[in-house]
């Protein structure tokens, strides 16, 4: 099994990313159409193309996620003699079960604001804007 790189985990949000900027084009196009009176059945379509796309990215994105946590759990801290601390798995467990749980609220809250903001329409918009902003900042989690 091949290991995980920077470069793939930034191709895979990027993919996720570059659709969700042509979906939210799509948006405006057909809100556009749809203000002059226009068939707006194109954007329909290329709207539902693009989710299937984004669909596939997402799963790519996880797929490589999940390679990332299968290398991680390859890694083994340990002390210079071989031991590791007594407390230490038990600390890390908790470190993750904490972090990934104030994630989930934290991504939540942006989902609701967002949508308090901008509605159904406008929320993806606004997610995808903190999503770029939030990469850079998970990224240098992984940089160290």
Do not use: C, W
């Amino acid at each position: 099994m091949a290991k995980v790189s920077q470069r793939d985990i930034s191709k895979a949000y990027d993919a996720v990313a570059n659709i969700n900027k042509v979906m939210l084009a799509n948006i405006d196009k057909y809100k556009a159409a749809k203000a002059a009176g226009k068939d707006t059945k194109k954007y329909m379509d290329i709207a539902r193309q693009l989710t299937a796309k984004r669909k596939k990215a997402e799963a790519e994105m996880e797929r490589v996620i999940a390679m990332l946590d299968r290398d991680a759990e390859l890694v083994v801290e340990a002390n210079a003699d071989g031991t590791i601390s007594p407390d230490e798995d038990r600390k890390r467990e908790k470190l993750i079960k904490d972090s990934v749980k104030n994630l989930k609220k934290l991504v939540d809250d942006i989902k609701r604001q967002a949508y308090k903001i901008g509605g159904t329409f406008r929320s993806p918009g606004i997610r995808h804007e903190i999503h770029k902003h939030l990469k850079n900042v998970v990224n240098d989690l992984i940089r160290g």
